[in-house]
């Protein structure tokens, strides 16, 4: 199973970027993905999560109505766009896949992660 991120970069206050994920080697339809980030020094914190359809999504109470998570189950891909963007975004980011909706937010529950990809906002 290979997830594989992209997009991060650096991005002033109040822009905006795009990640996207590649997922390989697994059922892409049959699992949840979510996207969390982390800090330098801080924990693996959760951002959003969507279902396996694509209806239903989750998302953290700092970035809800800036970020959104969407999916093509067709191109095995998840995205997160993400809006007005903040100094304290600025974390990798990492997309992960898992098997179930109990715990979303909880990096344990997720089996599959990428490598990251750093998003960097300045002030």
């Known amino acids: 199973v290979q997830l594989q991120a992209c997009g991060g970069g650096l991005v002033q206050a109040g822009g905006s970027l795009r990640l996207s994920c590649a997922a390989s080697?697994?059922?892409?339809?049959?699992?949840?993905m979510g996207w969390f980030r982390q800090a330098p020094g801080k924990d693996r914190e959760f951002v959003a999560t969507i279902s396996r359809s694509g209806g239903t999504t989750y998302y953290a109470e700092s970035v809800k109505g800036r970020f959104t998570i969407s999916r093509d189950n067709a191109k095995n891909t998840v995205a997160l766009q993400m809006n007005s963007l903040k100094p304290e975004d600025t974390a990798v980011y990492y997309c992960?896949?898992?098997?179930?909706?109990?715990?979303?937010?909880?990096?344990?529950?997720?089996?599959?992660w990428g490598q990251g990809t750093l998003v960097t906002v300045s002030s």
């Open positions: 992960a896949a898992g098997s179930g909706y109990s715990g979303y937010a909880d990096p344990s529950k997720y089996g599959y």
């Open positions: 080697g697994l059922t892409f339809s049959t699992y949840i």
